[in-house]
């Protein structure tokens, strides 16, 4: 099986931005969840989808979004991008049928300028 | 709430063993775990344990659970310049709807 993947591997964006991450979980695999990591904070869960629904949430604010589509596909929304923002977001997806074991993509790795 | 720490470096010979310990506070805990994460990469899952379990053995590497102390090792035997990398480990369970809990995260140096 073809692992997680995630588009797209590096962006550059200005403050003031919004930036849309794209997440292809593992087939099979309903749950996918989205953290990110930053060296000061290191990894912080921002939220869980499982069928197109949000079911956990992270203590982020409102600016970061995401959403999952029929086939597990999520992607993540970052609007008026700050320079804080910059930080590797990574993704995880779980088949959450007795498996809770999470597998990583590689990344985007994002800097806000 | 949960929380999972590590100390933040270890230097090891090449050749020896090398012991990456972490403690956790959710006597919930379900799963704990040990991730890899070489420069520039997302994290690789490299095993994890039941919380009913004592111990488990994967080739070069041992994972050590003392439930009562909430205390996990790993042990990588014959450390290689190959194992250098961040190791993180992690903690998940019903308390946390199975999110897992990761600590900062242990860089390994290996040196000749």
């Known amino acids: 099986k073809a692992g997680v993947t995630q588009t797209p591997r590096y962006l550059i964006k200005t403050r003031g931005q919004q930036v849309t991450l794209s997440c292809s979980p593992i087939s099979g695999h309903r749950s996918v969840s989205w953290y990110q990591q930053t060296p000061g904070q290191g990894l912080q869960f921002l939220f869980e989808y499982f069928s197109e629904t949000q079911r956990n949430k992270g203590n982020f604010p409102g600016r970061f979004s995401g959403r999952q589509f029929s086939n597990s596909r999520s992607e993540m929304n970052v609007s008026t991008l700050e320079l804080g923002d910059s930080a590797l977001y990574l993704c995880?997806?779980?088949?959450?049928?007795?498996?809770?074991?999470?597998?990583f993509g590689p990344g985007t790795r994002l800097l806000v300028l | 709430g949960e929380d999972v720490e590590q100390s933040l470096f270890l230097s090891v010979r090449e050749g020896d063993s090398s012991v990456i310990n972490c403690t956790y506070t959710d006597s919930s805990s379900t799963y704990l775990y040990w991730y890899k994460q070489e420069p520039g990469a997302g994290l690789q899952l490299l095993t994890y344990?039941?919380?009913?379990?004592d111990m488990k053995q994967d080739q070069r590497l041992t994972v050590l659970l003392n439930k009562k102390d909430k205390h996990l090792s790993l042990r990588i035997a014959d450390t290689q310049t190959g194992d250098s990398a961040i190791y993180f480990c992690?903690?998940?369970?019903?308390?946390?709807?199975?999110?897992?809990?990761f600590g900062r995260g242990t860089s390994l140096i290996v040196h000749p």
């Open positions: 344990i039941f919380s009913n379990m």
């Open positions: 992690a903690e998940s369970g019903p308390g946390g709807s199975y999110i897992p809990t």
């Open positions: 995880a997806s779980r088949d959450d049928r007795g498996g809770e074991t999470q597998y």
